[in-house]
């Protein structure tokens, strides 16, 4: 038998493991823009700007301000741009493992070391290899899993710290609140839950000087969003899901499906027996945890991004951690081998379905990986010859927003972060993402005729990568 410090040496040993395949991945996986468009917003708030304020923003600040502290410290931006994700993942590696002695008590100190470590795979499969909001969804919603403790009122007050800053993190993360409310067994609970939540928000609504005007302005940006993301409205959105994410998912991720399927079975095993023992506040709390992961993988019929997915680890915690003292060790492995066989025979008998939303097939990150860390040096390196550094640059596309965090400066029309194909052609030089898209042949017209020229074009994975100058 394995005693407990073999076990915690293997565990640590496999954890440290799935770090470094997470590292590798970072290099040879799939590039989601997305790591770039909030390091920059990292980058800007670090120079002094806030968001809503000095420019508009889609999301709330907090985890942008927190990925701020390392730049504003003057660390390499080389080095920031992998080691942030990297910090992030490991953390939220270990709060994971922390959460599952808590709630799993009964088992073993390397099945703990296994699950923290497994984050860093989930986020391999789900576009969690660099930086984006759900890992501070998750690591706040982790943060209020492990504090909770129904028998300390205290307890409720750093929940609704650890809630509000999920939503500070982004607006999703307010469904937090859901579980904890169900187990309310007091006022004083309640009210310390309430202060909790408030006092975040108005840290947060001092940092920008209580400007209401600015914050009620923004939300035009958001709502502009939301209307060209979910222009039919939340029973398309539905449809959406169903007909093409579901089936998108089975074949981007078996294994993933695979996942969700031993924990909605479990979880549901889990429901039936709380039922049985009229534990009703006990059932809430599963059949809440149970319906935020739903939403959470849900809202990928919004915008089909798999990274959206990495919000529902919290809920997958929680729910499987549960189940491991709620049904039977039998029960539980027949659920779990049925998983692994779904996963193994679609990921291998249709290995040339199965594909990312890319149309890659599913290994080819091994076989050929994404070239950006070969790509990004040298583009940021012919951006110090190019251009001087007081040159003003119009950044007009998402991808190249890497380039800009790793030389150090900002796109003057940093306040269009969103929509910035719509952003006025001015500047000392233009930068253009081109992967094939209509709007940048037209962007492109519109350039020359204003007056600019191809000066410089980087093919990059994602495209061609252009940038123009005045004669």
Not at 268 to 282: D, H, N, T, Y
Not at 404 to 410: A, M, S, V, Y
Request: glycine share 8%.
């Amino acid at each position: 038998m394995i005693t407990k410090p073999q076990q915690t040496v293997l565990g640590s040993i496999f954890f440290a493991g799935c770090l470094f395949l997470i590292l590798c991945d970072m290099f040879r996986g799939f590039w989601d823009h997305d790591g770039g468009f909030y390091l920059v917003q990292s980058l800007a708030i670090a120079r002094g700007f806030r968001p809503f304020i000095d420019y508009p923003s889609l999301y709330p600040p907090l985890f942008n301000l927190l990925n701020a502290i390392p730049m504003y410290l003057g660390i390499d931006h080389a080095i920031l741009l992998w080691a942030l994700p990297l910090f992030w993942i490991g953390v939220i590696g270990l709060l994971t493992a922390l959460c599952w002695k808590k709630y799993s008590p009964q088992s073993s100190v390397l099945t703990r070391w296994l699950i923290g470590g497994g984050f860093a795979l989930f986020c391999i499969d789900f576009g969690g290899n660099h930086l984006t909001l759900e890992l501070g969804v998750i690591f706040f919603a982790l943060l209020s899993l492990w504090q909770y403790d129904p028998q300390k009122n205290n307890s409720f007050f750093l929940i609704g710290c650890w809630v509000a800053c999920a939503f500070l993190v982004k607006q999703m993360g307010v469904l937090l609140l859901l579980p904890f409310l169900t187990q309310l067994r007091t006022v004083q609970q309640g009210l310390l839950l309430w202060v909790g939540l408030m006092l975040p928000l108005l840290m947060c609504l001092a940092w920008l000087d209580f400007d209401v005007a600015n914050l009620v302005a923004n939300l035009a940006l958001i709502k502009r969003y939301v209307n060209h993301t979910a222009p039919q409205g939340i029973l398309f959105a539905m449809k959406q899901f169903f007909s093409v994410v579901m089936l998108t998912e089975l074949r981007r991720s078996p294994p993933g499906m695979a996942l969700f399927f031993v924990t909605y079975l479990m979880s549901g095993l889990v429901c039936v027996r709380l039922m049985k023992r009229r534990a009703i506040r006990e059932c809430l709390w599963i059949a809440a945890w149970g319906v935020i992961g739903v939403i959470y993988f849900g809202m990928r019929a919004i915008n089909n991004c798999p990274h959206y997915t990495l919000n529902c680890w919290a809920s997958i915690v929680i729910l499987l951690a549960t189940a491991t003292g709620l049904v039977e060790l039998r029960i539980r492995q027949w659920i779990w081998i049925s998983g692994l066989l779904f996963a193994v025979f679609f990921t291998f008998h249709h290995y040339h379905h199965v594909r990312d939303l890319q149309h890659n097939l599913y290994f080819s990150r091994w076989s050929h990986p994404n070239k950006l860390a070969a790509f990004i040096k040298p583009m940021s390196s012919d951006f110090n010859s190019l251009l001087p550094n007081d040159a003003t640059i119009t950044q007009l596309g998402m991808e190249e927003f890497v380039v800009f965090f790793l030389i150090d400066r900002l796109p003057i029309n940093k306040g269009g972060f969103l929509y910035d194909i719509d952003a006025p052609i001015i500047g000392d030089a233009i930068l253009l993402t081109d992967y094939g898209q209509s709007t940048a042949l037209e962007k492109k017209k519109a350039i020359i005729k204003a007056g600019y020229y191809p000066f410089k074009i980087w093919q990059s994975s994602w495209g061609k990568i252009i940038l123009f100058k005045q004669p």
